[in-house]
């Protein structure tokens, strides 16, 4: 009977009616028209539930992992944040940069810890970091930059690999003893190494049998002289542009 009370109304009425019946007359019975939002996800739930570590090798075939990797994007993986606070359990939280602290250099010219903001004596360290993800143990190889008090911690249990970088004057030994090796093993060899203006060494020669060479002496003095301008020094060597001694100020400066 009540329903066929109403169904000469329209739907204006009929919206009137029910609010009249629902919000005046019985008040708190609205209750029962809002739906369960218990299970309402933002798009920061969504990130978290789908977040990977690395993305290598991962299938995107839905929009929440489209929604993840879009974050992972936009994250700077070149030293990571270690959260230390539980180092005596040997347990180690590690996550990616966000662009705000690359632009105060947290993680690089900042301590790593997330709880540190020592500057100076940074060290940086090689951490194989193992994680549990979706249910699978996983491993990445890490850079983390710390002071000396959390890097004490990071070793709390086992001695992790530093990075030391060596200074020019180690790198121009370390490259010149290089060369002086391949010489050496091309000398021995019997072959001689071909260089180019620059003075590198491209590549060994093969040697020819000594008919071969016979015949090339005699072509040889058929050739006209070469002018004399027209010849380089091997080792001379080329003056550096603006753009080159910059990018190796930025080299020594930046780890």
């Known amino acids: 009977m009540y329903h066929r009370n109403l169904a000469h109304l329209n739907p204006y009425e009929l919206h009137k009616h029910l609010i009249n019946e629902y919000m005046l007359t019985k008040p708190g019975a609205t ?4 739906r369960d ?8 739930d969504v990130v978290r539930e789908n977040h990977r570590f690395l993305w290598d090798g991962v299938t995107v075939d839905s929009w929440e992992k489209q929604l993840a990797k879009k974050y992972y994007d936009k994250l700077f993986k070149e030293y990571c944040i270690a959260d230390l606070s539980r180092y005596k359990e040997n347990k180690v939280a590690m996550r990616w940069r966000i662009e705000k602290e690359v632009i105060v250099g947290k993680g690089q010219f900042v301590c790593g810890d997330r709880h540190c903001d020592e500057r100076s004596e940074l060290r940086s360290w090689e951490v194989n970091f193992g994680y549990l993800e979706q249910g699978q143990k996983k491993n990445a190889l890490v850079k983390l930059r710390l002071c000396p008090k959390c890097s004490d911690k990071l070793n709390y249990h086992s001695k992790k690999r530093e990075i030391k ?3 020019k004057r ?3 030994a370390k490259t010149s003893s290089s060369k002086a090796v391949c ?23 093969e040697p020819e049998d000594q008919t071969e060479q016979a015949g090339d002496e005699k ?8 002018a004399e301008g027209s010849w380089t020094k091997g080792n001379e060597v080329e003056e550096k542009t ?9 080299e020594d400066l930046l780890l």
């Open 165 to 167: 970088r060596l200074k």
């Open 183 to 205: 010489e050496e093993a091309s000398t021995s060899s019997g072959t001689k190494p071909i260089t180019d203006d620059s003075g590198t060494i491209n590549d060994l020669a």
């Open 37 to 44: 939002t218990s299970r309402d996800k933002t798009d920061h």
């Open 219 to 226: 072509e040889s003095s058929t050739v006209p002289d070469v």
């Open 31 to 34: 209750k029962l028209l809002q």
């Open 170 to 172: 180690d790198r121009k």
């Open 242 to 250: 603006r753009e080159e001694e910059f990018d190796e100020f930025l």
